[in-house]
């Protein structure tokens, strides 16, 4: 978490916004960015596997790219074609929901981390 006066950046995305000159704490703007990436993700595949018998429906997959600074960004798009298959979006959910646990998991410790660094201080 980063700190400016009374505003804090929790959020990667608010930090320019909120007045934090764009300095978020890394592990946290990554873990965040993670975080969204893996519900975008999740949402996706279960838009495919609930649409998936719908007739003239277009799947959709989502292209994840690493972000200047770190973390990430997650675009949905059209599938390049039609042949993934429920299998496909099953493992895609497994995988999108182990990934956001992960994240999660390394905004607690970053979390925990900072708030014994500033009892230390107290």
């Keep these: 978490m980063y700190i400016a006066g009374a505003k804090a950046c929790l959020h990667a995305a608010d930090n320019v916004a909120n007045g934090c000159n764009g300095k978020p704490d890394v592990i ?3 873990a965040l960015t993670g975080i969204e990436a ?4 999740l949402a996706v595949a ?7 018998s719908t007739p003239g429906f277009a799947r959709q997959s989502v292209i994840q790219s690493a972000q200047p600074g770190g973390g ?9 074609d039609n042949s993934g298959s429920l299998l496909d979006d099953q493992v895609n959910q497994l995988t999108a929901s182990y990934a956001v646990q992960a994240n999660v998991f390394s905004l607690k410790i970053a979390h925990d981390t900072l708030g014994t660094l500033l009892d230390q201080r107290a």
């Design 72 to 80: 990430t960004l997650a675009r949905v798009t059209a599938a390049s």
């Design 46 to 52: 279960a838009n495919n596997i609930a649409n998936a």
């Design 38 to 41: 893996g519900q975008t993700r």
């Design 28 to 30: 946290e703007a990554i």
